[in-house]
């Protein structure tokens, strides 16, 4: 088996230098954030590689910012654009937006020291993906 083959879900913390992914499978309770750090100028190209070779890939989970009074930020509008893109190449997946408030916050408080900051981004993705599973598990038991 591949290593990606069981993942259903993929998660993405947008930035505007840095992106950060995480797969995961929701029947598995199985989340895990990416290796390496991916540069927002190359993660189309880089989704695109991870969701050809991993077809079983079906979902796209993204961060999505909003201030404590639930409205827009001034990064939205980018977050739309990047939206738009995923939802037009990549027309066979779901994609979903997830609140993103306090995910930077949690990933920092996942990491042991401060030399794993790189790994922040992959950590926000888990947090995340975590929420969002948390949000259907929430509904599936009502």
Partial sequence: MKRFDMYSHLSIDWGE???G???GNIDLDLIIPSEISHSTEAVVHVLDAYLTQYPSIKTLVIGYPSNFQGKQTKISSQINEFIKVLEDKFSDKTVVKIDERNTTK?????LPNRHFKYQRDN???YTLLKHYFDQLNHISKS
């Fill in 17 to 19: 230098k840095i992106c």
């Fill in 21 to 23: 992914i995480s797969f």
């Fill in 106 to 110: 949690q990933a920092l408080q996942l």
């Fill in 123 to 125: 950590l926000s993705a």
